[in-house]
C-alpha cells in the first residue's frame, strides 16, 4: 500500500514557541492531504484539508492563523502550529489521498506534540 | 450529529472465531467506504474499502458488507487474531458534490482478540 511519512515523530516544546510538522507521501503524488488531530480515546477530528498549490480548507472551529498549512508540492505538506500553548498539546496527523485509488486516504504514523 | 455511527465501543472475541465491526451512517450522500484500523500511538492503518455500487467486498480474512438501504456496513474478520485487538475505525466518503474527498470517521470499536 502507499506510504505516508510524519516527522517529527514526537516533539517537545515550550509555550509560545512554534512548532513544524511534515507530512510526506513516499510513493505517490498527492493532491491532497488532510491534517488531523486526536484527542484521547477520541476520533480523528479533521482540521483542514490540504491541496497542493493553493490555500488549505479549515474546518469550522480551526484556527487558520494558529495552524498554518502549506502544501508545496505534490509529496510533502507541513503544519505549523504557532505560538504553541499546553492546549495544543495532541496527537497530530496527517493522511494523503491517492488520487489513482478511489477516495482512499493513507495516514502517516503520527506526531506526538506536547507543549510545557 | 454523527454522521457515521459505531454504536460498540468494543467487542471481545475468541482468537479463531468471527469478529463483526458494525458501522451505520446517515448521509444518503455518502458513496465510498472504508475500515482502518489503528494501534496506540499511530496512525490509522487502511484495511479494506468499498464502492456505494457493490454490496461486498473481500480482502483475505476480512469481508466489508454495505446494506444501503439499512445505510448500514460491517466488517467481518475471520479467523480473528490475537494481532487483529486494535481499533477499528469506520468512514464514509461523498465522491461527488464538491466533498474535497473529506473522510467522516466514527469514534471507533475497540478489538480485542483473546488467546
Known amino acids: 500500500g502507499a506510504v505516508v511519512s510524519q516527522h517529527p515523530s514526537r516533539v517537545i516544546c515550550k509555550s509560545g514557541t512554534s512548532v513544524k510538522i511534515e507530512c510526506r507521501s513516499l510513493?505517490?503524488?498527492?493532491?491532497?492531504m488532510f491534517w488531523y488531530r486526536q484527542f484521547p480515546k477520541k476520533s480523528l477530528m479533521l482540521m483542514a484539508t490540504?491541496?497542493?498549490?493553493?490555500?488549505?480548507?479549515?474546518e469550522q472551529g480551526v484556527e487558520k492563523d494558529k495552524f498554518l498549512i502549506n502544501h508545496a508540492s505534490l509529496t510533502l505538506s507541513t503544519l505549523t502550529v504557532t505560538s504553541a500553548h499546553p492546549e495544543d498539546s495532541s496527537f497530530y496527523i496527517c493522511?494523503?489521498?491517492?488520487?489513482?485509488?478511489?477516495?482512499?486516504?493513507?495516514f502517516g504514523p503520527g506526531t506526538r506534540l506536547t507543549v510545557l | 450529529d454523527q454522521q457515521v455511527k459505531q454504536n460498540s465501543p468494543s467487542l471481545s472475541v475468541q482468537e479463531g472465531r468471527i469478529s463483526i465491526l458494525n458501522c451505520d451512517y446517515t448521509?444518503?450522500?455518502?458513496?465510498?467506504f472504508l475500515w482502518y484500523k489503528k494501534y496506540p500511538a499511530e496512525g490509522p492503518t487502511f484495511l479494506i474499502s468499498i464502492s456505494s455500487i457493490k454490496d461486498k467486498n473481500e480482502d483475505g480474512r476480512f469481508t466489508v458488507f454495505l446494506n444501503k438501504s439499512a445505510k448500514h456496513l460491517s466488517l467481518h474478520i475471520v479467523p480473528s487474531q490475537p494481532g487483529d485487538s486494535a481499533v477499528y475505525f469506520c468512514a464514509a466518503s461523498a465522491t461527488s458534490g464538491g466533498s474535497n474527498y473529506k473522510l467522516t470517521f466514527g469514534k471507533g470499536t475497540l478489538l480485542t482478540v483473546n488467546p
Open positions: 490540504s491541496n497542493e498549490g493553493s490555500k488549505a480548507t479549515y
Open positions: 510513493d505517490f503524488q498527492a493532491t491532497t
Open positions: 448521509n444518503s450522500m455518502f458513496d465510498y
Open positions: 493522511s494523503a489521498r491517492d488520487p489513482t485509488s478511489t477516495d482512499t486516504q493513507y
